[in-house]
């Protein structure tokens, strides 16, 4: 079971099958480090606001620091309209590094890593965004899709490339943090597979590799959270501000 | 020894990853559909709760705490810009008052200065003045000493003459005829024996 790379992803009931009607709602491996993820956000967050100190302990000042990175992230790229969405992009980028994080740990599982979460919660992101553009901007929000300053000959071709990308939106945006997830753990599990296979003779090059692997997944883990809530912003701001 | 090891090993090793290339056939769990609806579940359930108890209890609070403590700041700055003004303006008037106190007391020292110059020189004129009338008295007294010196060396020289020719002769000499001796004699050369 531990030589195949990809079981780790396997998700299995915790617990009993719990149908509703015709669909399957069962407790899973999944479902429990959701639950876990979401725990660990609110206990640090609850203890990071508890008090208010002028010289803040170290947990409310990474509650604090995390609330500036966010708030900072957002007023930088969708500007000060983007105030009332502050909260679900921070739950948002919160969630996702939790989850990857999570992952890291040795035996656990990666929610991310999961093409339906991470797809949710892109189409998520998408179909509010699309609606929160046309609340704004009516139909002048298709606007969007003709970007001026474009020559008339070119218009036709622009704005199908325009559509196709925007449409493309929920895929590329769930797809690269899954494919992320899933392809550094893999990697992961293959080096240490060879560690062992390899034994006290010849495990120590993979051995060394994993150790890398493992910082670097630690990044990818952070960076891919970010980015992940960086995009939503930037799509945020398309539809707030409509520049075209 | 050890390279036989090593060979088995190797061996070993070859055998054990075989197993593990066998092993990966099993594809993506992630495109297996059995538990898609359970993740949607609870993901929405999970971050739902997330995103409610975040943004209606948990960053409100941070987000008081984080502009309480910035006004608190821009307050205690304030504070200090005051006092630092407040401060300066102190020093400015300490630093008139020393230079007042200074510049008086310069005018002190110049007043008490010219007064004892003053009163140094006033008493140097008088004393100047009485030396220079002691000088003067003692001069005249010189001169009337001097202009009456002949006249008294002159009778001297006449009684001293009448005395000694009296001795020398046993006779009264008659006194005018000598003084006219001594008379022609001064004429001749009384500028030798006084020194004008």
């Known amino acids: 079971m531990a030589a195949n790379p990809m079981t780790q992803f396997e998700v299995y009931r915790i617990g009993p099958e719990i149908k509703v009607g015709a669909f399957d709602i069962s407790f899973t491996n999944a479902s429990l480090f959701m639950v876990i993820s979401s725990l660990a956000i609110l206990i640090i967050f609850n203890l990071g606001s508890k008090k208010n100190s002028i010289l803040p302990n170290k947990i409310q000042l990474l509650a604090e620091l995390s609330y500036s990175f966010v708030s900072k992230m957002i007023s930088d790229t969708a500007g000060s309209k983007a105030k009332p969405y502050f909260s679900f992009i921070f739950s948002l980028f919160m969630f ?35 609606v929160i553009g046309f609340i704004k901007h009516g139909f002048g929000y298709l606007k969007l899709f003709v970007p001026s300053g474009v020559p ?25 943090l899954f494919a992320n997830m899933m392809a550094g753990h893999t990697m992961m599990k293959v080096f ?3 560690v062992v296979s390899l034994g006290i003779v010849g495990g120590w090059l993979p051995l060394s590799f994993s150790v890398a692997l493992t910082g670097l997944e630690i990044l990818v883990a952070f960076l891919q959270a970010y980015v992940f809530a960086i995009l939503t912003c930037i799509y945020l701001n398309d539809a707030l501000n409509l520049h075209h | 020894m050890y390279k036989k090891l090593f060979l ?28 898609w609806i359970s ?122 003459s009448t005395e000694i020719l009296k001795k020398l002769i046993g006779a009264e000499v008659n006194n005018s005829s000598i003084s006219a001796i001594v008379d022609d004699l001064v004429k001749k050369n009384g500028d030798k024996y006084y020194g004008h």
């Open chain 1, 96 to 130: 996702v590094l939790f989850c990857n994080m999570f992952g890291m740990i040795p035996y656990t599982f990666t929610v991310t890593s999961h093409i339906i979460v991470t797809f949710i919660l892109a189409a998520f992101i998408f179909i509010g965004v699309t």
């Open chain 2, 8 to 35: 088995y090993s190797l061996i070993a090793n070859f055998f054990f990853t075989n197993k593990i290339f066998a092993a990966e056939s099993g594809g993506m769990p992630q495109l297996d559909p059995e538990f």
């Open chain 2, 39 to 160: 993740q949607i579940f609870w993901l929405v359930l999970t971050f739902g709760f997330l995103y409610i108890v975040l943004s209606k209890l948990i960053l409100p609070k941070i987000s008081a705490n984080l502009e309480l403590r910035k006004s608190q700041i821009q307050e205690n700055i304030e504070a200090a810009e005051k006092q630092r003004e407040s401060s300066e303006a102190k020093l400015k008037e300490f630093n008139g008052i020393i230079l007042k106190s200074k510049i008086e007391a310069k005018n002190i020292f110049k007043d008490a200065r010219e007064k004892v110059i003053k009163n140094i020189n006033s008493k140097k004129e008088i004393l100047d003045k009485q030396i220079d009338d002691e000088i003067k008295k003692a001069e005249i007294e010189i001169d009337t000493l001097r202009q009456s010196a002949p006249e008294k060396i002159n009778k001297i020289a006449v009684v001293t």
């Open chain 1, 192 to 194: 240490g597979g060879f």
């Open chain 1, 152 to 176: 008339i000959v070119l218009l036709p071709l622009i704005v199908v490339i325009e559509i196709i990308s925007y449409l493309s939106r929920p895929i590329s945006l769930s797809v690269r």
